[in-house]
């Protein structure tokens, strides 16, 4: 049985910086590949970033230069580095991995951008 928690999300002033992370647990060895998506409210979920097994990482357009996706095998983690943040970041954020063939979703965590 594998799961997802995420955390890290809060309120941040413009120009703030948040971590998002995402622990999975279960018995496996390692995440391998992820993403990071959001969901504004009334609109879409988004693909924000994505890692791929060689580590290679690719970001919306919206968030390049600004959000940096890592993962660390050994603690069977994903994150978010995001820096600069603007009120249109404001969303709930989910993580989403391919372990042992199958995709798993965190519970999501909000993050809200506001003065």
């Known amino acids: 049985q594998v799961q997802l928690v995420e955390s890290g999300g809060g309120l941040v002033q413009p120009g703030g910086s948040l971590r998002l992370s995402c622990v999975a647990s279960g018995t496996f060895l390692s995440i391998i590949v992820g993403g990071w998506y959001r969901q504004a409210p009334g609109k879409e979920r988004e693909l924000v970033a994505t890692i791929a097994g060689g580590g290679n990482t690719a970001y919306a357009d919206s968030v390049k230069g600004r959000f940096t996706m890592t993962r660390d095998n050994a603690k069977k983690s994903v994150y978010l580095q995001m820096n600069s943040l603007k009120p249109e970041d404001t969303a709930v954020y989910y993580c989403?991995?391919?372990?042992?063939?199958?995709?798993?979703w965190g519970q999501g965590t909000q993050v809200t951008v506001s003065s």
């Open positions: 989403n991995v391919l372990i042992m063939g199958r995709y798993y």
